[in-house]
C-alpha cells in the first residue's frame, strides 16, 4: 500500500508561481513513479507530469511544458510540481497518483491522494 498526501495549493494571481508537495509514505514508495493529475469543474481528470522513481526520466504535457517542473526527494519521500507563469486554465484540483512504472494514463495508476486546490486568477 501506498499514502498519498498532496499540499501547496492555493489562490494565485495569473503570471504567479506555486510549489506542490506529494508526501508519500509505505512499503514501497520509494520505487514507484509518481504523477501529477489535474482536474477542472466539468471536465475530465488529465496528465499534467510524470517521474520514474530514480527520477531520471520524466514526462509532461504540453499544456505546461517549459512552465512546470516536476522533481523528487527520494530520502524523504517527496515529489514536487513547481508552476511557474500559471494563467487561468490551470484552475483545477491537483491529484498526485503512484504506480510501479511511469505512464500517462490516468486509469493505470494504482493509489490517489485527496487532491489540493489550485486557483489562478486573471
Known amino acids: 500500500q501506498v499514502q498519498l498526501v498532496e499540499s501547496g495549493g492555493g489562490l494565485v494571481q495569473a503570471g504567479g508561481s506555486l510549489r506542490l508537495s506529494c508526501a508519500a509514505s509505505?512499503?514501497?514508495?520509494?520505487?514507484?513513479?509518481i504523477a501529477w493529475f489535474r482536474q477542472a469543474p466539468g471536465k475530465e481528470r488529465e496528465f499534467v507530469t510524470a517521474?520514474?522513481?530514480?527520477?531520471?526520466?520524466?514526462r509532461y504535457a504540453d499544456s505546461v511544458k517549459g512552465r512546470f517542473t516536476i522533481s523528487r526527494d527520494n530520502a524523504k519521500n517527496i515529489v514536487y510540481l513547481q508552476m511557474n507563469s500559471l494563467k487561468p486554465e490551470d484552475t483545477a484540483v491537483y491529484y498526485c497518483?503512484?504506480?510501479?512504472?511511469?505512464?500517462?494514463?490516468?486509469?493505470?495508476?494504482?493509489?490517489w491522494g485527496q487532491g489540493t486546490q489550485v486557483t489562478v486568477s486573471s
Open positions: 509505505g512499503r514501497t514508495s520509494g520505487t514507484y513513479a
Open positions: 517521474i520514474t522513481w530514480s527520477g531520471g526520466s520524466t
Open positions: 497518483a503512484a504506480r510501479p512504472v511511469m505512464s500517462t494514463v490516468t486509469a493505470l495508476y494504482n493509489y
